[in-house]
């Protein structure tokens, strides 16, 4: 029995470092594709996030690395430890950042329903500090977030509560009538390059794929490929439920975060509140490996056996420094950048394709062997890359930027808030 619940909670924790806030636009991006080109680029990307995350965790295995700092530097020298670093570095500020973001626009909306006035920008600016010192950082600062499965178990559970909300909500339309066939798309190729950048980010959880395996004590390397197998199948179905749940009901109109289209309720308010929680418990796993590329690249603390240093063995000193560096310039910035959707769209598509794709499946054919399998990983990161480029400013000015989570219940005199967006970044 033990065995089981040890199973669940590694499973459990696999799922949170894959799901993230981009769950949101998946009814958008259906109704952009539509349902059956949706659903083959959903799947489709999950099958190359976890094929090029067993390459990683194998590739480790072989040589004897336990980071991707360390794979990198073993297979391409300095210079691929670099690009590792910088991209991982970039990947995961530009995730704290739209963490944050998220955050401001949460406490805004929920200090707006408890009170029935607007927020302010210097109340808001103090609630988030406050948020800040009282939770995320002391969450931030443990070295090892993995044992505690607890704070994994909240961010499931608000991907679960949102499911079942959308689902009741798309059976309510289905037997009021209010479901318009005619307006279901089943394939729109012009969808493309406006999900494409979102699709692909989905299950980009490479920073966290070597930190979590070799925290899976007493697991083998095939119950570890089990549990990210499982977990990235099941995600896969939240992932298609949510995107046709809350397609179907809005099919003439989708908003690019859904909890835009949902009615103001208690239910709705519930979802935005356990959110709220969910990405506090979630912002150790960012910082996890953002505070270890961080500390490779300024002081490269490496062991004699070869193997480069994971963060809990850092200084404590160093930790805490950098730690609450990020916390609180990412938290800044946050604020402060009006066009954080900018940063976000660029991170997210460059180095999310350098982090997820190309890097393993290079990584992997020097330090281990070149396989069909990985060449095609390969090939499709560097198609992303160039795909997700190039669109870059139709991804930014689509309708999927305008649409902020308080739209739907924020009044008129308030809109002068500055929104931001939920829908980019890993």
């Given at each position: 029995?033990?065995?089981?619940?040890?199973?669940?909670?590694?499973?459990?924790?696999?799922?949170?470092?894959?799901?993230?806030?981009?769950?949101?636009?998946?009814?958008?991006?259906?109704?952009?594709?539509?349902?059956?080109?949706?659903?083959?680029?959903?799947?489709?990307?999950?099958?190359?996030a976890h094929?090029?995350?067993v390459?990683?965790?194998?590739?480790?295995?072989?040589?004897?690395?336990?980071?991707?700092?360390?794979?990198?530097?073993?297979?391409?020298?300095?210079?691929?430890?670099?690009?590792?670093?910088?991209?991982?570095?970039?990947?995961?500020?530009?995730t704290?950042?739209?963490?944050?973001?998220?955050?401001?626009?949460?406490?805004?909306?929920?200090?707006?329903?408890?009170?029935?006035?607007?927020?302010?920008?210097?109340?808001?600016?103090?609630?988030?500090?406050?948020?800040?010192?009282?939770?995320?950082?002391?969450?931030?600062?443990?070295?090892?977030?993995?044992?505690?499965?607890?704070?994994s178990?909240?961010?499931?559970?608000?991907?679960?509560?949102?499911?079942l909300?959308?689902?009741?909500?798309?059976?309510?339309?289905?037997?009021?009538?209010?479901?318009?066939?005619?307006?279901?798309?089943?394939?729109?190729?012009?969808?493309?390059?406006?999900?494409?950048?979102?699709?692909?980010?989905?299950?980009?959880?490479?920073?966290?794929?070597?930190?979590?395996?070799?925290?899976?004590?007493?697991?083998?390397?095939?119950?570890?490929?089990?549990?990210?197998?499982?977990?990235?199948?099941?995600v896969?179905?939240?992932?298609?439920?949510?995107?046709?749940?809350?397609?179907?009901?809005?099919?003439?109109?989708?908003?690019g975060?859904?909890?835009?289209?949902?009615?103001?309720?208690?239910?709705?308010?519930?979802?935005?509140?356990?959110?709220?929680?969910?990405?506090?418990?979630?912002?150790?796993?960012?910082?996890?490996?953002?505070?270890?590329?961080?500390?490779?690249?300024?002081?490269?603390?490496?062991?004699?056996?070869?193997?480069?240093?994971?963060?809990?063995?850092?200084?404590?000193h160093?930790?805490?420094?950098?730690t609450?560096?990020?916390?609180?310039c990412?938290?800044?910035?946050?604020?402060?950048?009006?066009?954080?959707?900018?940063?976000?769209?660029?991170?997210?598509?460059?180095?999310g394709?350098?982090?997820c794709?190309?890097?393993?499946?290079?990584?992997?054919?020097?330090?281990?062997?070149?396989?069909?399998?990985?060449?095609?990983?390969?090939?499709?990161?560097?198609?992303?890359?160039?795909?997700?480029?190039?669109?870059?400013?139709d991804?930014?000015?689509?309708?999927?930027?305008?649409?902020?989570?308080?739209?739907?219940?924020?009044?008129?005199?308030?809109?002068?808030?500055?929104?931001?967006?939920?829908?980019?970044?890993?």
């Amino acid at each position: 029995m033990p065995m089981y619940w040890k199973g669940i909670s590694s499973t459990i924790t696999v799922m949170n470092s894959i799901l993230g806030v981009s769950v949101l636009t998946l009814p958008f991006c259906y109704q952009q594709c539509g349902v059956v080109l949706g659903s083959f680029l959903l799947i489709s990307s999950s099958w190359l996030a976890h094929s090029s995350s067993v390459m990683l965790i194998e590739a480790a295995i072989s040589a004897k690395c336990k980071t991707y700092f360390g794979l990198a530097q073993a297979s391409y020298g300095t210079a691929g430890k670099l690009v590792v670093e910088i991209s991982m570095i970039g990947l995961l500020l530009g995730t704290c950042i739209a963490i944050f973001a998220s955050l401001e626009d949460l406490v805004a909306i929920l200090f707006l329903k408890l009170t029935g006035s607007p927020i302010t920008t210097w109340q808001l600016f103090l609630l988030l500090v406050a948020i800040t010192t009282v939770s995320v950082l002391p969450l931030s600062l443990q070295k090892k977030v993995f044992n505690s499965a607890w704070q994994s178990l909240i961010s499931i559970v608000f991907y679960i509560f949102l499911t079942l909300v959308l689902v009741i909500n798309c059976l309510i339309s289905a037997l009021s009538g209010g479901l318009i066939l005619e307006k279901v798309h089943l394939w729109h190729w012009s969808g493309i390059p406006t999900c494409l950048p979102i699709l692909t980010t989905l299950f980009c959880s490479h920073p966290l794929v070597l930190p979590i395996y070799f925290n899976f004590h007493g697991q083998t390397e095939d119950e570890a490929n089990a549990v990210y197998k499982q977990a990235s199948i099941t995600v896969v179905v939240f992932y298609i439920m949510v995107g046709l749940s809350g397609y179907l009901p809005y099919a003439g109109s989708v908003p690019g975060n859904i909890l835009a289209a949902l009615s103001p309720s208690l239910v709705t308010d519930g979802i935005r509140a356990i959110f709220l929680m969910s990405l506090t418990s979630n912002f150790p796993l960012v910082i996890l490996p953002c505070r270890q590329a961080i500390n490779m690249l300024l002081f490269e603390d490496k062991k004699e056996d070869g193997i480069f240093s994971v963060s809990g063995e850092m200084t404590f000193h160093r930790h805490v420094i950098i730690t609450v560096l990020i916390i609180y310039c990412t938290m800044i910035m946050g604020v402060l950048v009006p066009n954080v959707q900018i940063v976000l769209a660029v991170t997210g598509t460059t180095m999310g394709s350098i982090i997820c794709f190309i890097c393993p499946s290079a990584i992997y054919a020097k330090l281990h062997k070149d396989t069909f399998r990985g060449r095609i990983i390969l090939g499709v990161g560097i198609v992303f890359l160039f795909i997700r480029t190039s669109s870059m400013s139709d991804f930014t000015t689509s309708e999927l930027l305008l649409q902020p989570v308080r739209k739907s219940i924020v009044a008129e005199g308030t809109r002068g808030i500055k929104l931001t967006n939920m829908t980019a970044g890993p």
